[in-house]
């Protein structure tokens, strides 16, 4: 059924079939929805298929209607910014929910609070805060990505991690009910966190601690710099590539294996920072995750360490 009532027709083919049934099913729905959507431009990579639907929710009601009404069995992936993530050639069966402007609103509250939304830039985030005098969040200046990401991954970056500051977080289930999450039942560790892989992040309510707006703002051009320095942040990237073993560092045993500047066609280890991997131009999804696992197999092999991705590969292969 879907929330006026109506009964949901069937799941049918992907793409055009898919969208028309979702159309007529939930004529309430005011966000937009395409089928057979590309996939590259959401993501920083700019490579990979395409999705058989794409919803972009107007705001957190639209997307609880498409959620409720949605047949159970259908496929949802979420994206948000797109900085961590790889689309295989294949593309995206099922749907793709893209967090735009809709859930993208940042609020300053009493009690050195920031009440933000799931796709709001984590870098606006931080500046936000810095401008309202609340320090602690600064570190969210480092982090290429968007709240939702951040949340689901435990983002951080420059000594501070998403759940040294988050109060509570709220979702949407797959039927599309509200369920809000305290930081503890987050179950946050090492670039993970423990919250139900079907809930779709709406807001984060992060808390801070009173300070000056000139000093964090100088805090956060020292990030803004020694990102620009040290990584390759003008380039098609996927951001950190592996995350750190425990007691290493990813990019250590990527440079110690022999891999910097390594390429697979346009894919190539970065020579500025061992952990990234760039698109050179035309770099398939393919190529850039065969050169990601070319380098796994050459740590393990030096180093006896496997490397676990922190890159979120999608979809099927060409």
């Not at 979702?22 to 298929?49: I, Y």
């Not at 480092?142 to 970056?157: D, E, F, K, S, Y």
């Amino acid at each position: 059924m879907d929330m006026t009532g109506s009964p949901m027709p069937p799941a049918g083919p992907a793409g055009p079939d898919l969208a028309a049934q979702l159309r007529a099913a939930l004529p309430g729905l005011r966000g937009r929805l395409e089928a057979d959507a590309p996939m590259a431009p959401l993501s920083w990579f700019r490579t990979g298929g395409r999705a058989d639907i794409l919803f972009v929710p107007e705001d957190e009601a639209d997307l609880a209607l498409f959620l409720a009404g949605a047949p159970p069995e259908l496929p949802v992936l979420v994206v948000g910014l797109g900085s961590n993530l790889l689309v295989r050639d294949g593309g995206v069966r099922g749907a793709v929910i893209r967090l735009g402007r809709g859930l993208s609103q940042i609020a300053v509250e009493p009690g050195c609070r920031v009440r933000a939304g799931a796709g709001a830039p984590d870098v606006k985030v931080a500046r936000a805060a810095a401008e309202a005098g609340i320090d602690g969040l600064a570190f969210l200046r480092g982090i290429p990505g968007a709240v939702g990401g951040a949340l689901r991954m435990n983002g951080g970056a420059y000594g501070g991690e998403t759940k040294d500051v988050l109060v509570e977080a709220r979702a949407l289930d797959r039927a599309g009910r509200s369920v809000v999450l305290s930081r503890e039942a987050m179950g946050f560790g090492y670039r993970r966190s423990a919250a139900p892989a079907d809930l779709i992040f709406t807001e984060a309510l992060f808390e801070g601690r009173p300070g000056d707006p000139a000093s964090i703002l100088a805090a956060m051009a020292v990030i803004t710099d020694q990102r620009s320095s040290t990584q390759p942040v003008n380039t098609r990237t996927g951001g950190s590539t592996f995350k750190n073993p425990p007691g290493a560092k990813a990019w250590e045993l990527v440079d110690q294996a022999g891999c910097r500047g390594l390429r697979i066609g346009d894919a190539q280890v970065s020579e500025m920072h061992c952990n990234f991997l760039v698109n050179l131009g035309h770099a398939t999804a393919a190529e850039i995750e065969g050169l990601g696992e070319e380098v796994r197999r050459r740590v393990r092999e030096t180093s006896g360490i496997e490397l676990d991705w922190e890159i979120k590969r999608v979809g099927e292969p060409a």
